[in-house]
């Protein structure tokens, strides 16, 4: 039988944190432990891989760590856990189908930058013993740094449960692994998400790709924020220098031209438009965009863009309605001459939510 971990190292040891419930479809929270620590950790499926990043003291000389969730369980070895050399965080992975909640979960950098760390009012859903005990607890940012953010309870009083390795969520999306708690502070430190895909983005790449791939998001006309889209753009398999990832500024963004030159796609309305219901006829699913780059960028610099570009609708009665849905991405340059990065042409697939997305916000 598990042997529960004293007041003390879990204190000192395994910082508490509260963790989120998991939206349906997303990735889940996992235990981790061992015979004399345990910790937590998450799930991403990639591939046919399952992704499993926590903390990296809460693996590091702990010897067999068993992953479960509440359906499976996995046992990694000490060798198979990779930690990051400045991060507190590191990651194993599995086969998909060892841990049951670890499912495709899309990760838009997005979802934080709105978040103002400086802000005494934002929230997180956090939860104590049970998914079903779920409260909302208002956060506030002492201070931030390179590796990540440090939270900490403003009810006075209280004292978050939980273990270090845990994802903190915010409106049930992943956001940061939680690291430290200062009791004495009532502080939680965790380790940003986007600092981890901008700093280590192999974990993030599938075995077997040249290229890296990013989830870019995308909204809609009237669509609220809460209901962005995502967009898989891969670089062209002949450019295998170019590589994807996530950009953790968009304040930083390199006033870099991005044109799309194709949009082979059309949408009109149904002429049985009927009953002011929605219904468009989709083409094609490609979009084709050239990049072009100054004569000579900083290597290994993350650049943010964002493109906007045209939807035009036909409206019963032949009224034209024309929006400009946009969405945004990065690039990074790794160790390739400036010149290969010119006039660099991607491919970008359309999603099914995203053909929903264009059919609620573009046929009205």
Same mark, same amino acid.
């Given at each position: 039988?598990?042997?529960?971990? %004293?007041?003390?190292?879990?204190?000192?040891?395994?910082?508490?944190?509260?963790?989120?419930?998991?939206?349906?479809?997303?990735?889940?929270?996992?235990?981790? %432990?061992?015979?004399?620590?345990?910790?937590?950790?998450?799930?991403?499926?990639?591939?046919?891989?399952?992704?499993?990043?926590?903390?990296?003291?809460?693996?590091?000389?702990?010897?067999?760590?068993?992953?479960?969730?509440?359906?499976?369980?996995?046992?990694?070895?000490?060798?198979?856990? /990779?930690?990051?050399?400045?991060?507190?965080?590191?990651?194993? /992975?599995?086969?998909?189908?060892?841990?049951?909640?670890?499912?495709?979960?899309?990760?838009?950098?997005?979802?934080?930058?709105?978040?103002?760390?400086?802000?005494?009012?934002?929230?997180?859903?956090?939860?104590? %013993?049970?998914?079903?005990?779920?409260?909302?607890? *208002?956060?506030?940012?002492?201070?931030?740094?390179?590796?990540?953010?440090?939270?900490?309870?403003?009810?006075?009083?209280?004292?978050?449960?939980?273990?270090?390795?845990?994802?903190?969520?915010?409106?049930?999306?992943?956001?940061?692994?939680?690291?430290?708690?200062?009791?004495?502070?009532?502080?939680?430190?965790?380790?940003?998400?986007?600092?981890?895909?901008?700093?280590?983005?192999?974990?993030?790449?599938?075995?077997?790709?040249?290229?890296?791939?990013?989830?870019?998001?995308?909204?809609?006309?009237?669509?609220?924020?809460?209901?962005?889209?995502?967009?898989?753009?891969?670089?062209?398999?002949?450019?295998?220098?170019?590589?994807?990832?996530?950009?953790?500024?968009?304040?930083?963004?390199?006033?870099?031209?991005?044109?799309?030159?194709?949009?082979?796609?059309?949408?009109?309305? =149904?002429?049985?438009?009927?009953?002011?219901?929605? =219904?468009?006829?989709?083409?094609?699913?490609?979009?084709?965009?050239?990049?072009?780059?100054?004569?000579?960028?900083?290597?290994?610099?993350?650049?943010?863009?964002?493109?906007?570009? /045209?939807?035009? %609708?036909?409206?019963?009665?032949?009224?034209?309605?024309?929006?400009?849905?946009?969405?945004?991405?990065?690039?990074?340059?790794?160790?390739? *001459?400036?010149?290969?990065?010119?006039?660099?042409?991607?491919?970008?697939?359309?999603?099914?939510?995203?053909?929903?997305?264009?059919?609620?916000?573009?046929?009205?």
């Amino acid at each position: 039988m598990q042997r529960a971990p %004293t007041i003390k190292a879990a204190l000192s040891c395994f910082a508490l944190l509260i963790l989120a419930q998991a939206s349906p479809g997303n990735a889940g929270p996992l235990a981790i %432990t061992s015979d004399d620590s345990q910790g937590g950790g998450y799930g991403f499926r990639i591939g046919q891989q399952c992704v499993i990043l926590t903390a990296a003291h809460v693996v590091e000389g702990k010897g067999d760590m068993v992953v479960a969730d509440d359906r499976a369980r996995v046992t990694i070895r000490a060798g198979e856990w /990779t930690p990051h050399s400045d991060l507190d965080i590191a990651y194993a /992975t599995v086969a998909a189908g060892g841990i049951p909640s670890c499912v495709e979960t899309f990760i838009d950098p997005t979802w934080t930058r709105g978040f103002d760390y400086r802000a005494n009012s934002q929230a997180l859903l956090l939860h104590r %013993t049970s998914p079903t005990a779920l409260r909302q607890v *208002p956060l506030r940012v002492s201070e931030s740094h390179t590796s990540g953010f440090t939270f900490s309870e403003q009810r006075k009083g209280t004292v978050a449960t939980g273990y270090s390795g845990s994802m903190v969520l915010m409106n049930n999306r992943p956001m940061a692994i939680a690291t430290r708690l200062d009791a004495g502070r009532g502080e939680v430190h965790a380790t940003s998400l986007l600092t981890a895909l901008q700093l280590w983005p192999a974990i993030f790449q599938p075995d077997g790709l040249r290229t890296r791939i990013a989830l870019l998001p995308v909204m809609f006309g009237r669509a609220r924020r809460d209901d962005w889209n995502l967009l898989a753009v891969k670089a062209l398999q002949d450019k295998p220098n170019v590589q994807l990832t996530y950009g953790a500024d968009a304040q930083r963004a390199c006033a870099i031209g991005l044109t799309v030159t194709k949009l082979d796609r059309t949408y009109r309305a =149904n002429p049985e438009y009927t009953n002011h219901r929605k =219904n468009c006829a989709n083409a094609s699913k490609n979009v084709l965009m050239r990049l072009v780059c100054p004569a000579q960028p900083p290597l290994r610099y993350l650049y943010d863009y964002s493109v906007a570009y /045209t939807v035009q %609708t036909m409206k019963p009665g032949g009224a034209m309605r024309v929006s400009t849905p946009s969405f945004a991405f990065t690039i990074k340059a790794d160790s390739s *001459p400036a010149r290969e990065l010119e006039n660099q042409v991607f491919e970008a697939s359309v999603s099914p939510s995203v053909d929903r997305a264009l059919q609620e916000g573009g046929c009205r």
